[in-house]
């Protein structure tokens, strides 16, 4: 069983940066491609980023491409998120999920996770 502890978010005004961390424990990440997901007030979740297990292929939402970046450092068993330009509509809960690596991942709509953390709020003032 993984298990994945979220940190980093809190209350900032638009136009910040925030970098939220992903913590796991459990299992090794090497063998997960990992990735974020959002969930704002009233809406579904929604896919956020994804990055492979190597790192070297990252997927994003349409709406992040080029203000949102993932990162991932294997031996530390931890993922990164880092948001920049931060805007009202970023405001939801931000989940760190992982999904096998037997699967594969050449879209963003195949990284179907296995695992999920409990979430950190993200909340941009304007």
């Known amino acids: 069983q993984m298990r994945l502890v979220e940190s980093g978010g809190g209350l900032v005004q638009a136009g910040a940066s925030l970098r939220l961390s992903c913590a796991a424990s459990g299992r090794t990440i090497v063998f997960y491609h990992m990735g974020w997901f959002r969930q704002a007030p009233g809406k579904e979740r929604e896919f956020v980023a994804a990055?492979?297990?190597?790192?070297?292929?990252?997927y994003y939402a349409e709406a992040v491409k080029g203000q949102f970046t993932i990162s991932r450092d294997n031996a530390k068993n931890a993922v990164f998120l880092q948001m920049n330009s931060l805007k009202p509509e970023d405001t939801a809960v931000y989940y760190c999920?992982?999904?096998?690596?037997?699967?594969?991942?050449?879209?963003?709509?195949?990284?179907?996770?296995?695992?999920w953390g409990q979430g950190t709020q993200v909340t941009v003032s304007s």
């Open positions: 990055i492979n297990w190597s790192g070297g292929r990252t």
């Open positions: 999920a992982a999904a096998d690596t037997a699967r594969k991942l050449t879209t963003a709509s195949e990284f179907l996770p296995d695992y």
